[in-house]
């Protein structure tokens, strides 16, 4: 059974780009000033249903606070502080529709706007910003988002994660009641034929009483709520169809997890940042497995879609930005990793085969032979491939040089 990651799966999905960056040697995922809001919601998550705190929005409170505590920086902590606080009363004008754009319309993405910036600069959150930015990435290493506009991406991750727990817990859809949570951030797999696909379940729920199943040779059920911290707007087709809310729904616990189950009565979609919601009951194995087989098929086969198709507006929050925007700007338009990396494993086996000819002689007139009928069969299924062609010219060559005498 081959097993995946589900957020491998996803960030293929994203961008193959992003993935074939990761898969690179000594080039670990960076983290962004964007990955601070799923974690803080976790630890939040983690410290409100364990009683800690009274609410998510204090989870969240505490969170910073000891993540502050923890990197050794109180001044820095205060300036975070300072910049939601105000950031927050900023925001609130344009959410409110106190501040309109000029035909009347609320704004839509306000910190794109002259008049965000303007309120930035009187409220002093310029130079706050510069300071921030430059902890982020000079002290903890941040990969810090391209033309991010005004303000600061590090102090504006606290001030969503704040404002997203303070929305959910003002809301009648909101954070679920700490009784009918069984687990936070829970391990799951999911088996589809020969697959094995694992992930995490944001918040494992207890099922309601009409929803318990009785079936004890199906065992034990729950429910699970999924996150999702995109930036865009959620919509119930959206959430139907997002790789985590299916994959929750097919998931079954790994052996031993601290909470057992074998069936998911209902998953609980919620987008993070706006606190809609969307509940779902009935999925099918074959919607997952058409998408994941696709996604799997071109991770094999190292298939990368070029830069170029991808706009910079989508590229801006990835951990890989620098890499695919700096020097090499140009050049990765005109890169083939996938060519690439059919290369590179081509070549590895052609090394291992004029390893093993050198050891016998005898059987280099055949193998030249079979290397010459893999060469042609692929100029004629991959002419593009070049790279992959070369190779083969190559290691047939070696095996020539070197047993010349004796073909």
């Not at 035909?103 to 921030?132: C, F, M, W």
């Not at 009928?373 to 491939?385: L, S």
Request: proline share 5%; aromatic share 8%; hydrophobic share 45%.
């Amino acid at each position: 059974m081959i097993t995946y990651s589900l957020d491998d799966l996803l960030a293929y999905a994203r961008c193959s780009m992003e993935w074939y960056w990761g898969r690179q040697p000594d080039m670990a995922r960076p983290m962004t000033p964007s990955d601070l809001v799923p974690a803080l919601i976790q630890q939040a998550a983690a410290i409100y249903y364990q009683g800690d705190v009274e609410s998510m929005t204090h989870g969240v409170v505490t969170a910073i606070t000891d993540w502050f505590v923890e990197w050794g920086h109180e001044r820095m902590s205060q300036l975070v502080i300072q910049y939601v606080s105000r950031q927050a009363a900023i925001f609130a004008k344009f959410t409110s529709g106190e501040i309109k754009k000029g035909d009347g319309q609320v704004y839509v993405a306000p910190r794109l706007s002259k008049a965000y910036e303007k309120l930035l600069h009187q409220n002093g959150l310029v130079t706050i910003s510069r300071e921030l930015n430059a902890f982020a990435e000079g002290r903890l290493g941040l990969a810090m988002p391209g033309d991010y506009g005004a303000g600061s991406a590090f102090g504006d991750a606290f001030a969503d994660a704040l404002r997203a727990a303070e929305r959910a817990d003002n809301q009648a859809n909101g954070w679920p009641a700490r009784e009918s949570v069984l687990g936070v951030e829970q391990p799951f797999a999911v088996n589809i034929g020969n697959l094995n696909i694992i992930g995490r379940a944001n918040l494992v729920l207890r099922p309601a009483a009409s929803e318990a199943d009785t079936d004890t040779e199906r065992g034990p059920s729950v429910a699970i709520e999924v996150h999702d911290y995109d930036t865009r707007p959620a919509f119930a087709w959206s959430a139907l169809r997002n790789l985590k809310v299916i994959g929750a729904a097919l998931s079954r616990s790994e052996d031993g997890a601290e909470v057992p189950w074998q069936h998911v009565e209902k998953v609980v979609y919620r987008h993070i940042l706006s606190g809609k919601t969307f509940t779902f009951r009935e999925f099918s194995p074959g919607r997952l497995l058409s998408v994941v087989s696709a996604i799997t098929r071109g991770m094999r086969a190292s298939v990368i879609v070029p830069r170029i198709l991808t706009t910079p507006d989508d590229c801006r929050a990835c951990p890989y930005y620098k890499e695919c925007s700096g020097k090499y700007w140009e050049a990765l338009d005109m890169m083939d990793p996938t060519a690439s990396a059919q290369a590179t494993r081509l070549l590895t086996l052609m090394e291992s085969v004029v390893a093993s000819v050198g050891r016998e002689p005898a059987v280099a007139a055949q193998t030249v032979a079979a290397l010459q009928r893999v060469q042609a069969e692929m100029e004629h299924v991959a002419p593009d491939a070049f790279a992959m062609i070369a190779s083969a010219n190559a290691a047939a060559q070696v095996i020539t040089d070197q047993n010349g005498d004796k073909l």
